[in-house]
Structure formats: structure tokens, C-alpha cells
């Protein structure tokens, strides 16, 4: 199958937590004029579901069971992405401490995974000029055949760091110790892990600025633009 590159490119990025994965996406979307999709607050809108709704995110059986009752919709503009869940925005309740630590529970069950990829996949075939989705599974599973594909790393110290200057007041070990459970929780599940695709380009982000990031991303779309052509 031949890519129309020009006409829609598809860009997955995927990492671990505290890689840059959303600034890297949105900039890289918002300087290409593609539309943007941050898979990771699909899957907190439905864990946030989950609590306010009194299912045990601990009973994988009662997950299964409701993973079809939100109604989740993902604004995709660069510049203001969007999460509603039944109409109300849940843009800020998705980041509580709460979601975060039971969003890879809620997500490691495979109908939640079913329901998410197909939500993820009808929105990238949707957008008409390309799209660049971040998440954890995007290069391996969701869109195997997207134009290009990135794995982000930085150390745990690195990553750490980062996240605790995102959420004031936070301690920075503390935040390194959660992100390394969450990781080992995403990497480890048996249904569709965290893990690099084989023809991913993997970037080191530990000693690199934002725009060097996007710079070097931004590159790689081109060039695979100008191949295709
Ligand atoms: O990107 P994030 O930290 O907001 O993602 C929250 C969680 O969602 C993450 O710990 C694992 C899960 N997730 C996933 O399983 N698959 C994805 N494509 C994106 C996120």
C-alpha cells in the first residue's frame, strides 16, 4: 500500500510518562497543521468514569462490564485540545492523583483497550490532513501503518523532574517513584504493552530542549514526505 503522505500524514508518538510526549505532539501537530489526539486522557476519562460511577477499578470483570457506557469525545485542535465525558468537561479532573493512580488498572483491561482503539482509530481516519497521536501503543497496535513512527525516552531522574514542575508543590521523588510503578504496570500488562515498534525512530529526550525535540520530529516528517514523493 502506497502512503498519500501529503494528503494526510499519520505521526504516533509514544513513551513512557515524563518523555515530552504531549508538548512534543501538540507542537509538532500545531507547526504541520495536523490535528492532535492524547490518548492517555481517553483512557483517564474512562477511569474517571469508572470512580464517579462506583465501579471497583480493582475488579477487572466490573470494568470489562462498563467499558462501553462513557460517551468520551476528544477535540482534536493542537491549540485547545478537548475531553468531555457525557458532555461535561473533564479536561482538569482527569489529572487528579486519584485517576493516576488507578489509570493503569483501568486500562490494562482488554475491552477498555477495544473501546479506546476504536474511538482512536475512527478519529485519525477522520482528520483530513494527518493527525500525530501520542500514547503508548499507537506505533505498535493502534496505527501500525502510520507514516512515522517515535519512541521518546529520558531517565526516570530526567522524567521525574519534569512532572513535578507540571504539578506545583510536588516532591520530585515521590513523582519518580510513581512514574516507575506506572511504567512497570504499562510495560508489563499482556494487552498491548508500552513497547517501541521495530521501524520507530527512538529519541533520547534526557539532555535535549522541547524545540530541539520538535525540531528533530518536524525533520522526520519531511523527510518521509519527501521520499513518498
Ligand atoms: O499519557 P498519560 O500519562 O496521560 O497516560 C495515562 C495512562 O493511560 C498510562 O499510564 C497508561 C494509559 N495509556 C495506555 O494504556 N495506552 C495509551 N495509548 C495511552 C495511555
Known amino acids: 500500500m502506497s ?10 508518538i509514544d513513551g513512557p510518562a515524563g518523555t515530552g510526549k ?6 509538532v501537530a500545531a507547526a504541520l497543521g495536523l490535528s492532535y489526539l492524547d490518548t492517555g486522557a481517553q483512557y483517564r476519562a474512562i477511569t474517571w468514569w469508572m470512580i464517579s460511577n462506583g465501579v ?49 488498572a483501568v486500562s490494562a ?11 482512536q482509530r475512527a478519529i485519525a481516519a477522520g482528520a483530513a490532513r494527518g493527525i500525530v497521536v501520542e500514547g503508548r501503543d499507537i506505533g505498535t497496535t493502534v496505527l501500525p501503518d502510520a507514516h512515522l ?6 531517565s526516570p531522574e530526567a522524567r521525574a523532574a519534569r ?20 511504567d512497570a504496570a504499562d510495560s508489563g500488562r499482556a494487552t498491548s504493552p508500552l513497547a517501541k515498534a521495530d521501524d520507530a525512530v527512538e ?18 516528517v519531511e523527510e518521509r514526505r519527501t521520499a513518498a514523493r
Open 203 to 220: 529519541v533520547d529526550t534526557t539532555e535535549l530542549t522541547l524545540q530541539q525535540v520538535v525540531d528533530r520530529v518536524i525533520g522526520l
Open 109 to 119: 483491561v482488554p475491552e477498555v483497550r477495544t473501546r479506546i482503539t476504536g474511538l
Open 3 to 12: 502512503h498519500t503522505v501529503e494528503s494526510a500524514v499519520i505521526v504516533a
Open 56 to 104: 471497583d477499578t480493582a475488579d477487572p470483570a466490573a470494568i470489562a462490564a462498563a467499558a462501553d457506557k462513557a460517551l468520551i469525545v476528544s477535540g482534536t485542535d493542537p491549540a485547545a485540545p478537548t475531553i468531555t465525558v457525557d458532555g461535561a468537561d473533564v479536561a482538569a479532573a482527569v489529572r487528579s492523583h486519584e485517576v493516576s493512580a488507578q489509570v493503569s
Open 149 to 154: 513512527k517515535i519512541f521518546l525516552t529520558a
Open 22 to 27: 504531549s508538548s512534543t505532539s501538540k507542537a
Open 163 to 182: 512532572r513535578s514542575a507540571e504539578i506545583k508543590g510536588s516532591d520530585v521523588e515521590a513523582t519518580r517513584q510513581a512514574l516507575v510503578r506506572r
